[in-house]
């Protein structure tokens, strides 16, 4: 049985086949409609969600299987004192399949370990996020029509956010990705993934304060909120949380065919000007989330269509 943890779970090879797979859930979605009938997926949110939680409830439904779950840890027995690997051992009883988020770094992972279904991480404090790194491949790969051979610039909270974390991981895999990390200085990407990740793959990068001195070279600009639950304080927070705000205005420096991600949920950093920018593909992105997670349900729970 397959857990997925990280992104580095699965090989290039096996990741191809999925976003491939996804691409044909998109093409003919009622193919796959009764592929997962009798099956369920269980979320297990110990943390605030809404794309993450209810993409992976609707990839379900599509998929003709049936969701139960929680979506606070308030709401579950954590709230009484329950340990993760005691949840995972009932709800492996309840359910085929699970995802959990989880503000604990390593959570899911421990969860995996004693659990007889498979895990999906869908976050797990500043660490990783396997499923929003496919979502963020498969539209690269879907608008860009490929994976390797341009520059992406990563913008914002770089130290707290995960989906960076991840996605960084997943891309030193393809050939000729070139990273441009922006972000202010208290909010640099963590050493072991600048040193531990970047600089052991080879790959080109560098790190840049101003957004303005990066956007013209970019094929991909990489946007993300200033992760305010993992602050110590809020005067912190409140120093660096409109640091960067993309708008119309910095849009025009750029190039005519970059594209411009957001895992989304925005806060103030890209103007709702931009929304209408044909450049601009984030809420398309959380489209592609749905396909990717059908794609993920079938390959995890091993049904082929
Ligand atoms: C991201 C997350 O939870 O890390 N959201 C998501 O899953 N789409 C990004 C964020 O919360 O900023």
Redesign the pocket.
Known sequence: MKHLMSPLDLSVEELDRLLDLANDIEAHPSRYSHSCEGKKLATLFY?P????RLSFEAAMLNLGGSVLGFSSADSSSASKGESVSDTIRIISCYADICAM?HPKEGAPLVASMKSSIPVIN??DGGHQ?P??TL?DLLTIRSLKGRLGDFTIGLCG?LKF???VHSLIQALVRYPNVRFVLISPEELRLPDNVRDGVLKKSGQEFREEVRLEDAIPELDLLYM??V?RERFFNEEDYIRMKDFYILDTEKMKLAREDMLVLH???RVNEISTEVDDDPRAVYFKQ?QY?VYVRMALILTLLGIEV
């Open positions: 943390e969600s809404t794309r993450t988020r869908a976050g996020h499923t929003q979502t909270d956010g995960r989906t993300t909120r992760q895992p989304l949920p959380a989330g």
